[in-house]
């Protein structure tokens, strides 16, 4: 099992209030596995001994310039290489102590990088896609650079591996939400570029990491929904002509991380060796949805090997030398070393083909370095809104400014902070509308109830609004997405309606003609998908209450309060949608809002057999039982004319099975 | 009557033929008790309950060379090989040793120690230890033509179940009851004595009985129990390091890889369970036997286990032989890392006397003979013709002695009948329809014990085959049969024949054995004709076609060889067929065919038979290229008849019948087909160990 040892601080980061990023813009293997150069983003380069925590040098630029490339340590020259305003290349060793009297060279175009790893000459990696040795560089630093990539397209990361033939500086680019990954050999100079697979619309992979195992790059890149790609590039891939297009990359899935609520903003997946990757900022599958975790996962049996806590916010910025693990966290820049025994279980099993000493020998070739993508601002729009300002908002801005600002609201990714300010807009727009006769946003209501985020508890108003505003609509997703409404307000809201179909002279009898009329086959043409529709030409009940009765029905038919009227127009109701299924029975009215066939029927027997003593009594509905009762019989009949249909068409089929299962038989057959 | 011409007129078609399907074959395989696979030879040795022995070579496609028929009185418990000699122990009390070239014992040894439970040679193949019920375990010395008994080491209570030498041939460890002993083999003293525990509960009070045991070099002894346990002890100190309990019911039996780095446990349950020696990571050697993976491939107990390089060969009470390959070990989808099951023998059990109509059905102890049923009428293919006469068991003949039957024929005419054992050789006259029989008693004495049998088609002649690849050839006359000659190959042919086959017009007859060599003999001159070119594969089946005299040789590669007896050279289509080569489906078939015949009406027609399938091979018709399906019997169905020619190939395969035991064709040109379904055996076996399912 891989392990994660107990972690100490190399130093403090002193990051501003809210800043996005930790400061830190680079970390480099200097000499040895005790020695890193750490470079921050504005003008200091440090040396440290890491065992003993303390910094050994330190390197300042002059105010007012800038470092703009993270500093990399020249083994063989033992040198220092970093870049300062985007074109000063500047290079000294250790005992230089004042930066500026170092050697310096403009270049003629913007530098993105320098590279430099242990075995390989420096490179410098140009802001539009060119790539020189620094040497040949610095013979004739003013040399013309080409443009490489197109206007729009722009470096996100990069990275220099060598392999035992060959050095290579690889890149990835963005361009119009497209991913690409650019090859570059030197020494025969080529260049290859291929195409990522794109994710979901709109993610780009947070962070990338580069190994070189096997004659095969390995690129792992992880995207904001917690999957971890793999893709695998050969080293003697064949060159590709001038010009050619850009080849399809073709990736695996290596994990599926858990996201915890929402997608991954700041995160980073390092590959640790052929089994194991580290992630930063993930959720910890069984610490809920806190994402401040550095967490070592087992890509051959995607199981969790271990985890940490980082105090702090988690910058996305992960590094790992020489076993381990460089991660600014909150405010300060820590060191967790790690361990990564190879399991011997996936070989025996067969998971993992290539023979272990060999990778043992070879030593792996890695370089980490992390980028954040794009800016974290809407993260902290919301956080920077100010609460008090939005809610004055709700309070008095006109319908359609509510609408928008609702809108915007429910159209931002991150739901985390959602929950609670829905909860609070939508008691906020229940209490204005209800003490405001002339404010109503319906549709903004029904957006809050569709997030699912609400509840009657968080909200008691809402319902009574709806009923008292007569939204139906409304009434029914309440009723239906709130788990939590108690009978009575359940009933009240029915037997309110009762009265007020009453008052309004409501005529039993004639709507029970029309759903005759129907049962009978006279009105065929109304057969729209929307149940609800169809509802409101026939339904004896009125779309209103057809509406309100489906969701209500369940809970009502538990209760004994229900009056006689709520029974006889809920059988009513049953009976039209009984009649309207056995009409449409090959169509599939089954949605969220309709009730099933089998509900409906359970529902009814529910209901007479609980009333049928008071039914029968009452005069009204004899006529309807006596409808039903007719009906259902011949539904009887034709049912058991079927099923008769059935059997024989079973026994044919048995028939046609049982042809041969005796000692000995004498067949026919033909041979083509 | 329009009907009639109609239906006369469909007759006629080629491809129709009218089937007797037959399932009243109760053949039914003995269960597996012992296994014992030689790495040097590639062959696995496999006993049965019935004391039949039988050889399987992996290096050929698993097929099946040798059978040694059982014996009443043979329990084998235990096999060994010594370099290629293989030793038996069982219930019995005594040792056997194998003659492979003649098939039957070469001399048995009485260990005076009661039933023997185990036995195991040391890695030198000089001394063969054997446990014993009275508690001894007994060492013989092998010596080049026998075993000789050399001394017993300490005596214990109770029996010796297992043993198991360890490789430096210094210790040996014993598994009985409760305990396992480790015992000095030279000085012949117990030197350890390590408790196994029983089983929790009531089982408690039970002895547990110390199945398997396996001795490793680095002193570390595996065993295996009836209380379910595979235990580690290390046989230095006497100490349990381990225990693994893998089951409810015993574990029976148990296997280590060549290179111990792998072993197996079969349980009652019918799975088996793999350990492997690991460290828990790569780079650190403190290494442990780990449980890794389960294979359920048995209905019943596992009996026998052999680990061979890259597979698991078990078997046990469900009478089959499974191989199942380890995927770290093989390359994945080849044939290689497929499972194979073997169900059924190589050999046919079944002889059809093609002009009475008339089948011989071989049991171990008896024989069957039937005749066939009729019916009138036509019927449309695919359909079932009205049985008007059923078909009628004739005789059951009962062996004589202890030996089981190892061969039996049936002459064409239905008129003689010839079995033989190990040790005698019977020939019968059936009269009257086949349905009275009298023993031939005066018999030539050079018809001795014979491999396999064989009649010449006009039924005048009677061919067996005898030590060292001869065949002996006896003219069948009324009162007397006279001895004609004895066939001998070319000096130096040991190994036993398996196939005979005769020419329709006599003058021909075909021999192979199991070293591959295909011998032709002129039966006019009764001397060697020619010798096929040895091919690599053993052959599984062949005939020599009635009009052109073209032997056709199939092999365990399933590879088909059309050979001519007349020019002495493989025929035109064989050397077409083996230019193109066949379908690669063909090829990963996994039971190889055991049956050639010809069709009469159509001498372009090739009809061979495996387990699976039976297919007539029409030389005339291109061969099945790689693009083409092999299995096309149902798209041509389906096909309106001018687009059949587009998409027909000379390989017609019916896979209607399955786990085919014979297909023959008779004279009058209708097929007999003998069927034994899995599940008919699957259902005279006992009930398997009550298992706790879901609520039961």
């Not at chain 1, 794009?374 to 729009?381: E, N, V």
């Not at chain 1, 985390?416 to 946003?441: C, E, I, K």
């Not at chain 2, 006369?8 to 003995?30: A, C, W």
């Not at chain 2, 087909?673 to 298992?691: N, T």
Request: hydrophobic residues 40%.
């Amino acid at each position: 099992m891989a392990a994660l040892y107990a972690g100490y601080t190399l130093r403090g980061l002193a990051p501003a209030q809210n800043r996005p990023n930790s400061g830190i813009q680079g970390v480099e293997a200097e000499r040895d596995s005790d020695h890193v150069v750490v470079t921050d983003s504005t003008r200091c380069v440090t040396l440290y001994k890491v065992s003993d925590q303390k910094p050994l040098s330190c390197w300042t630029v002059k105010q007012g310039h800038t470092l703009t490339g993270a500093a990399v340590y020249n083994a063989r020259t033992q040198e220092y290489v970093a870049v300062s305003d985007r074109k000063v290349i500047r290079i000294w060793k250790e005992d230089d102590i004042i930066l500026d009297k170092a050697f310096k060279a403009t270049v003629s175009s913007d530098v993105w990088r320098v590279h430099c790893v242990a075995g390989g000459d420096p490179v410098v990696l140009f802001h539009r896609g060119a790539v020189r040795l620094l040497d040949s560089l610095l013979s004739a630093p003013q040399q013309p650079i080409e443009e490489v990539l197109s206007p729009e397209e722009a470096i996100s990361w990069s990275t220099n591996i060598v392999t035992e033939s060959q050095q290579f500086v690889i890149f990835t680019t963005e361009q119009k939400g497209d991913h690409f990954l650019y090859l570059q050999r030197l020494n025969p100079n080529s260049l290859q570029r291929y195409h990522l697979e794109r994710e979901e619309p709109g993610l780009s992979p947070l962070s990338f990491s580069v190994s070189y195992r096997d004659k095969h790059i390995r690129l792992l890149y992880l995207y904001p929904n917690g999957h971890v790609y793999e893709s695998v590039v050969s080293v003697r891939a064949p060159v590709p002509e001038e010009g050619a297009q850009a080849l399809p990359l073709p990736r695996s899935l290596l994990l599926s991380l858990p996201v915890g609520e929402g997608l991954l903003q700041a995160a980073s997946a390092q590959e640790l060796d052929e089994a194991h990757v580290a992630v930063v900022g993930v959720p910890h599958p069984s610490a809920g949805s806190g994402k401040d975790f550095l967490c070592i996962w087992n890509t051959n049996f995607q199981t969790l090997q271990a985890g940490k806590e980082m105090a702090g916010k988690i910058y996305g910025q992960l590094w790992s030398f020489w076993n381990k693990l460089f991660i600014p966290h909150g405010k300060t820049f820590s060191v967790i070393p790690y361990d990564c025994p190879k399991s011997s279980l996936a070989s025996a099993l067969g998971k993992q083909r290539q023979s272990l000493t060999n990778d043992q020998v070879l030593e792996l070739i890695k370089v980490r370095i992390q980028f954040i993508l794009g800016s974290l601002a809407k993260h902290f729009i919301i956080k920077m809104l100010n609460k008090s300002v939005f809610n004055l908002l709700m309070q008095t801005a006109p319908v359609e400014e509510v609408q928008r600002e609702v809108q915007l609201l429910l159209s931002r990714t991150d739901t985390q902070d959602l929950q609670t300010s829905v909860g609070q807009l939508a008691s906020t727009l229940a209490s204005r509308s209800l003490n405001d006769p002339a404010f109503y946003t319906p549709s903004s209501l029904v957006q809050l109830v569709h997030t699912r985020y609400l509840c009657h508890s968080v909200c008691p108003d809402l319902v009574l609004l709806a009923l008292e505003r007569k939204d139906y609509f409304l009434c029914q997703l309440c009723l239906q997405f709130f788990p939590d409404i108690p009978e009575v307000v359940t009933c009240a809201s029915l037997i309110a309606q009762e009265h007020e179909a009453g008052l309004n002279g409501f005529s039993l009898a004639d709507e029970e003609d029309r759903s005759d009329n129907l049962a009978e086959g006279g009105a065929t043409a109304q057969r729209d998908n929307e149940k609800a529709s169809a509802a409101e030409q026939m339904c004896p009940v009125g779309l209103h209450k057809a509406v309100l009765l489906y969701p209500a029905s369940a809970r009502l038919l538990r209760s004994n309060i229900c009056t006689m009227l709520s029974n006889v127009l809920f059988l009513q109701y049953l009976q039209f949608v009984y009649l309207k299924f056995s009409h449409d029975a090959c169509k599939p009215t089954q949605g969220l809002r309709s009730p099933s066939l089998t509900q409906v029927m359970d529902w009814m027997g529910l209901l007479l057999d609980a009333h049928f003593t008071v039914l029968v009594m009452t005069p009204d509905v004899k006529d309807l039982l006596l409808n039903l009762h007719r009906f259902v019989k011949s539904q009887v009949r034709f049912v058991s004319e079927l099923g008769k249909i059935e059997g024989s068409l079973q026994e044919l089929d048995k028939m046609a099975l049982k042809r041969d299962v005796g000692q000995y038989s004498i067949e026919i057959i033909e041979l083509f | 009557n329009l009907n009639v011409p109609k239906a006369r007129n469909r007759k006629i078609q080629m491809g129709e033929f009218k089937v007797h399907r037959i399932r009243f074959f109760d053949y039914m395989p003995s269960a597996i008790r012992a296994m014992a696979f030689s790495t040097r030879t590639e062959r696995l040795a496999l006993a049965r309950a019935d004391g039949a022995l039988e050889i399987f070579n992996f290096s050929d496609n698993y097929f099946q060379e040798k059978v040694l028929p059982g014996h009443d009185g043979r329990a084998v418990e235990a096999l060994c090989w010594v370099g290629p000699r293989l030793f038996s122990a069982g219930l019995n009390g005594e040792i056997t040793e194998y003659d492979l070239e003649n098939l039957r014992p070469r001399y048995t040894v009485d260990a005076y120690g009661g039933p023997i439970w185990t036995i195991g040679v040391n890695s030198q193949g000089t001394l063969l230890a054997v446990g014993c019920e009275d508690g001894t375990v007994k060492m013989f010395e092998v010596l080049k033509e026998r075993i000789q008994f050399q001394r017993n080491l300490d005596r214990q209570r109770g029996r010796i179940i297992s043993l198991s030498w360890h490789p430096s041939g210094t210790l040996i460890a014993a598994g009985m009851m409760d305990m396992i002993r480790i015992f000095d083999a030279e000085t012949g003293r117990a030197t350890h004595r390590l408790v196994v525990d029983r089983g929790a509960g009531a089982s408690k009070s039970k002895e547990v009985v110390v199945w398997s045991i396996a001795f490793l070099s680095d002193y570390t002894i595996i065993s295996s129990d009836s209380a379910g346990k595979v235990q580690i002890w290390d046989g230095l100190n006497g100490t349990l390091i381990r225990t693994h309990l893998i089951t409810k019911w015993d574990v029976l039996a148990l296997s280590v890889s060549q290179d111990e780095s792998s072993l197996v446990a079969g349980t009652s349950e019918g799975t088996v369970v793999q350990f492997q020696f690991l460290s828990s990571t790569v780079d650190r050697l403190d290494k442990d036997w780990v449980r890794t993976r389960t294979f359920k491939n048995h209905s019943h107990d596992v009996r026998a286990l052999a680990h061979t390089e890259t597979a698991v060969v078990s078997g046990g009470m469900d009478t089959q032989l499974v191989v199942r390959p380890l995927l770290d070990k093989v390359e994945k989808n080849t044939r290689e890392s497929a499972i194979r099951k073997v169900s059924f023998p190589h050999r046919s059990l079944v002889c059809c006397a093609k002009k009475a109509g008339v089948l011989l059905f071989q049991f171990p102890d008896h024989l069957e003979l039937w005749r066939l049923g009729e019916s009138d009428g036509y019927g449309k293919p695919g359909g079932s013709l009205p049985v008007k006469r059923g078909p009628e068991k004739l005789i059951q003949l009962k062996r004589k002695g202890e030996d089981h039957i190892c061969c039996s024929a049936l002459s064409p005419c239905g008129g003689w009948l010839a079995y033989s054992t190990v040790t005698s050789f019977r020939l019968y006259r059936l009269l009257n329809g086949s349905i009275s029989i009298c023993k031939v008693s005066k018999l030539p004495k050079d018809l001795r014990p014979a491999h396999q049998l064989c009649f010449s088609t006009d039924s005048s002649k009677l061919f067996a085959s005898s030590s060292n690849s001869s065949v002996v050839v006896v003219a069948l006359n009324e009162p007397e049969c006279k001895y004609l000659g004895t066939l001998k190959a070319k000096y130096g042919c040991r190994q036993p024949v398996h196939l005979l086959s005769a020419s329709e017009n006599g003058k021909w007859l075909a021999t192979a054995n199991t070293d591959c060599e295909v011998h032709v003999y002129n039966l006019d001159k009764l001397k060697l004709h020619c010798t096929v070119p040895v091919y690599g594969s053993c052959p599984t089946a062949m005939a020599i076609h009635p009009t052109t005299s073209n032997l056709v040789v199939v092999h365990a590669d399933q590879q088909i060889f059309e050979y001519s007896l007349v020019k002495k050279e493989y025929t035109e289509w064989s050397r077409r067929l083996q230019k193109q080569g066949l379908h690669s489906l063909w090829l990963e078939r996994d039971t190889p065919i055991t049956h050639v015949t010809f069709n009469p009406k159509n001498p372009a027609h090739i009809i061979v038979q495996d387990l699976f399938m039976f297919c007539i091979i029409d030389k005339s018709l291109p061969l099945p290229e790689a693009k083409n399906v092999l299995y096309n019997q149902m798209t041509l169905r389906s096909l309106p008849e001018p687009d059949r020619v587009l998409h027909s190939h000379g390989f017609k395969i019916c896979k209607d019948f399955q786990h085919l035991l014979c297909v023959s064709l008779l004279e009058d040109h209708s097929l007999v087909v003998v069927e034994r379904p899995l599940l008919d055996i699957v259902s005279q076996l006992p009930a398997p160990v009550r298992q706790k399912k879901f609520a039961t």
